[in-house]
């Protein structure tokens, strides 16, 4: 091979350098010395194969002859052992240096097994679940060839018509940091050496979540008093658990697209964070600074984003083609190309790739592991634990497993593909076992399952409805399976209405209208708006796009082998007029006051959403005592103690998401009502009470202040405990100097 006697040369500099810690430094900047400027430059080049192409893509295709040149350092979109080991093999193997690719994917809820959607899982409340989740992600998609996946997404958002909200954990910065800390852990694991790690990526930086008329893509403009206490929490979560990678998002923030934002990238993320991983745009979101109108060519744009600290440019060319007239021109300078290609091969080699480009190229693992029987096991109970009792009547739930008949209806009763939602990765509608499956595969032949699916997802045609009414009125209970398509939720699928589609909810009416025991099981990627629903039914259980066992867990909730204990992670509202609905607004000059007009309300429904954020029923019944605290005043030094006792007071086993929040009465600037401050998720038995510690410390009460300091004001502050943001007892203390 025409770079075997360079490769030698660089391997036996490595071999003098030790393999771990420090030394990858010199490790690095010892094939930096061997590279030429269009080495460095084809490093910073990301292309896609030719898996899903989500934005425009570049012209020229070959990216085979890419490698060859020294063109690309990454690619996304390709995927299995063989190919990629392929590809690897002509980046190693036939290009003068032999760098290897890092090939990345978007492994978002699971690569071949799926998970619920992120904001389902979210649903569970559970770090350790949602862990784990991760970690069986990595486990497959390192063994067909993954180095790097485009996960988590930690945006947070308050806006139900966002098709990405899915993609995310909800409305809370708390809540959404300690998801984004476990993802990352679950990718990455201990040190990204070992086996079945891959890169984690926290995306999108920043503010994505936010758009003006929640239409992806849009323009976002606020305060950056918002953007550090809402948006920028998940992102430092994510740093402090050790992310290997950031992406930039396609939105401008306060005038500006982010990717282009010095102040915002590189002034957050590599300065003040010091952040020593890299940072790649997302598609096409450095060409894109053109049509935003910030850039007349590629050349400003490149220009733009070198500057801005953006180190990788996914599917754009603009760095491959402009950074070296730039160089030439003045405009950037080799020492900027020189630290962006220095953290990327800083990945490659804490990767292992330099070591072993093939690690992650093994046909008999990647057989053996995808869609392996403990992973589906997974996939069904954290599809259990993330489902959402909204609504119990008379204890309509669970269902005996002794009824002679069962009416199942609906157009999600079936449609496999629609379980395992977008962004699924390698999952197949094959695989999944729906719910009319799940119901057979619980009941056996001991009660007739009915089953009409009634109408479609979408469009007006009412023609089943006189067969599902028809079995309906057959049957002991009916179970109504209603809500989104999978292609209705995510990115670039966003609602102007977060209602039932089609005539899904004149089914519901019409079911309801049998005075049978009616349960409605909702699968949705965002939250509804489902008022009429709520009134309706008997039972409302929110299963999000569970999955790969969606049917399974779905069954196991319905009949009571799992008990739910999901709470949401972002409030659902009565109707699409209330968005943006949150747990922790602020409270107005004008409070509401029901008989007096000129204060801060709705005329035709109320403020309060229809379910709020922490809410979620169980099968039991959980009892808070009053709260217990070791003082009533603390200094900034000391910390405060706060218990509660919570009981177990119904017949059923069961878990428990005890909240924490906190509220400044009075502060130099206005505080929200209520700010999530922790949780405990607990396992009680009937009859069964535990007591439950949480400390306070003035860090935990620090905000930006009038002056933009961070930092917590003396005063007073009340604590709340209990099962929901409105659910909860409360006491007072003080935070003295």
């Known amino acids: 091979m025409k770079h075997t006697n360079l490769l030698l040369f660089v391997l036996l500099a490595l071999l003098t350098i030790n393999s771990r810690g420090q030394n990858i430094s010199e490790k690095v900047d010892s094939v930096l010395n061997l590279m030429t400027l269009e080495e460095k430059i084809g490093q910073l080049n990301l292309v896609s194969g030719e898996g899903e192409l989500t934005g425009p893509v570049t012209e020229d295709r070959n990216y085979v002859q890419q490698i060859k040149n020294g063109h690309l350092g990454a690619m996304l979109n390709v995927n299995g052992s063989e190919y990629t080991r392929k590809l690897q093999e002509i980046a190693v193997e036939e290009t003068r240096l032999g760098i290897p690719l890092i090939f990345g994917y978007d492994v978002i809820h699971g690569y071949k097994t799926i998970f619920p959607v992120p904001l389902g899982e979210s649903a569970t409340w559970n770090p350790r679940t949602i862990e784990r989740s991760a970690r069986i992600a990595a486990i497959e998609a390192t063994a067909a060839g993954q180095h790097w996946t485009f996960a988590p997404m930690v945006d947070i958002s308050r806006d139900a018509r966002w098709g990405r909200i899915m993609e995310g954990a909800g409305e809370d910065p708390y809540l959404g940091s300690e998801v984004a800390r476990a993802r990352v852990r679950g990718f990455q694991g201990g040190t990204l050496d070992e086996n079945y790690t891959m890169l984690a990526c926290a995306k999108h930086f920043i503010a994505y979540g936010d758009p003006v008329g929640g239409r992806d893509y849009n323009t976002v403009d606020m305060s950056v008093r918002r953007l550090k206490e809402t948006h920028l929490p998940p992102f430092k979560a994510a740093l402090e658990a050790g992310v290997a990678t950031y992406m930039t998002s396609f939105n401008e923030l306060n005038g500006v697209p982010v990717t282009g934002s010095e102040k915002f990238v590189k002034g957050i993320v590599k300065e003040q964070w010091d952040f020593n991983g890299f940072i790649v745009s997302d598609w096409a979101s450095v060409s894109e600074m053109i ?4 850039a007349r060519d590629k050349y400003e744009a490149g220009e733009l984003a070198m500057n801005a600290g953006v180190d990788m440019d996914m599917e754009g060319r603009v760095y ?9 021109d003045g405009k950037i300078t080799e020492e900027q190309i020189n630290d962006a290609v220095r953290r990327i091969l800083r990945k490659k080699f804490e990767l292992g790739l330099f070591d072993d480009p ?6 008999e693992r990647e057989e053996k592991l995808l869609l392996a029987e403990p992973h589906r096991k997974h996939a069904r109970r954290v599809a259990s634990e993330s489902m959402v009792l909204l609504k119990n009547e008379n204890n309509a739930l669970p269902l005996s497993k002794d009824l002679s008949s069962v009416a199942l ?11 395992i939602g977008t962004w699924s990765a390698r999952g ?9 499956e799940g119901f057979r595969n ?7 399952i009915l089953y009409s699916k009634g109408c479609d997802i979408t469009g007006n045609n009412k023609e089943g409805f006189s067969d599902a009414l028809k079995k309906a009125r057959r049957s002991d209970a009916v179970v109504a399976v209603v809500g989104e398509s999978a292609m209705m939720s995510g990115e670039a699928l966003s609602r102007m209405n977060i209602d039932l589609p089609g005539v899904q909810k004149e089914l519901v009416m019409e079911l309801a209208k049998l005075n049978k025991p009616l349960i409605v099981v909702l699968m949705n990627g965002r939250p509804l708006a489902i008022p009429e629903v709520d009134t309706a039914a008997s039972a409302i259980l929110e299963a999000w796009l569970p999955g790969t066992e969606g049917g399974n867990a779905i069954a196991d909730v319905v009949f009571g082998d799992y008990n739910p204990s999901g709470k949401l992670p972002v409030s659902f509202p009565y109707a699409v007029g209330q968005v943006p609905v949150f747990y922790e607004h602020k409270k107005t000059g004008r409070p509401k006051q029901e008989d007096v007009r000129y204060t801060s309300k709705y005329i035709d429904g109320p403020n309060k959403p229809l379910y709020p954020f922490g809410y979620g029923l169980s099968y039991t019944t959980f009892s808070f005592s009053d709260i217990r605290m070791n003082q009533r005043e603390i200094g900034f030094d000391e910390t405060l103690q706060v218990a509660v006792t919570v009981e177990n007071t119904g017949k059923m086993a069961g878990e428990e998401v005890v909240q924490l929040y906190t509220r400044d009465m009075v502060g130099s600037v206005t505080r929200p009502v209520k700010e999530l401050k922790g949780f405990q998720k607990i396992f009680l038995q009937p009859g069964e009470e535990r007591d439950l510690v949480f400390n306070i410390t003035s860090e935990d009460l620090r905000f930006y202040t009038k002056d933009m300091e961070y930092k917590a004001e003396p005063g007073e502050f009340k604590i709340f405990i209990g099962s929901s943001s409105e659910d909860l007892k409360e006491r007072t203390f003080r935070l003295v100097e």
Do not use: S
């Open 291 to 294: 049509v935003h109108g910030v």
């Open 320 to 328: 491959i083609e402009e950074l070296r007239n730039l160089i030439e």
């Open 358 to 363: 093939y690690k992650y190229c093994d046909m």
């Open 409 to 419: 209806i609906g157009p999600l009763v079936e449609g496999d593909q629609e379980y």
């Open 428 to 436: 197949e509608a094959k695989h999944v076992i729906n719910t009319l």
């Open 442 to 448: 619980k009941l056996g032949n001991n009660t007739d």
